[in-house]
């Protein structure tokens, strides 16, 4: 994730739970007001990074929450996968997925994680299985992080989706919970763009404080 080499884009931890939330364009982003300026809030990159820290948070302590699927998905593997799920077996269900292996190059997953119910059990599977082959000699962990990366950008909120008031005030609360939150997703992009109140009354052809 390119985070933690980015510069806070927040003046303050609580800043975004602060904000008031105006509506939603084009079910992609949120127009909030704060106290001196507008704020543009892109809804899945805020999701995105809200999922991420609570599936790292539990992946850390082996506590995820899992959302049984009513009937297990069959997954049809490369052998090069099929040697991947074999070897981490354990720490795929310690990442919420719930897998046995059914035949040669077949899996059943049984459970994802419930922070990500709306994204595909496959699509998890495969964003774990891609992140664990691509780490190469890199420690284990680094992969880890990667690959819940990945699976919170596929189950969070998507441009599209439309979203009422009280819930897009909810999610701005809950990125204020976010450990380290800088104003960015887990891969860097961000997450909040400001515009002044005096540079849009500038732009307009206002004088401050004019009406």
Request: net charge negative.
């Amino acid at each position: 994730a390119g985070e933690a080499a980015a510069a806070s884009l927040l003046p303050e931890r609580g800043f975004i739970g602060s904000l008031r939330v105006l509506g939603q364009v084009r079910k992609l982003f949120l127009i909030c007001e704060g106290s001196d300026s507008l704020y543009i809030v892109d809804q899945h990159a805020a999701d995105e990074r809200v999922k991420y820290d609570a599936l790292r948070r539990e992946y850390a302590e082996r506590a995820v929450r899992v959302q049984r699927l009513l009937f297990p998905e069959r997954v049809e593997l490369s052998a090069e996968e099929m040697d991947l799920a074999r070897e981490h077996l354990a720490d795929i269900r310690d990442a919420g997925l719930d897998c046995d292996l059914i035949g040669p190059t077949a899996v059943a997953v049984r459970s994802v994680p419930a922070l990500l119910g709306r994204a595909s059990p496959e699509g998890l599977l495969r964003d774990l299985l891609t992140e664990i082959g691509r780490g190469g000699q890199r420690a284990f962990a680094d992969s880890i992080e990667r690959a819940l990366a990945t699976m919170a950008c596929h189950g969070a909120i998507r441009a599209g989706d439309a979203l009422s008031l009280e819930e897009a005030g909810a999610l701005l609360r809950a990125l204020d919970q976010v450990t380290d939150f800088a104003g960015h997703c887990p891969h860097g992009r961000p997450v909040v763009h400001g515009v002044s109140l005096i540079d849009l009354e500038l732009r307009v052809g206002r004088k401050k404080g004019s009406r």
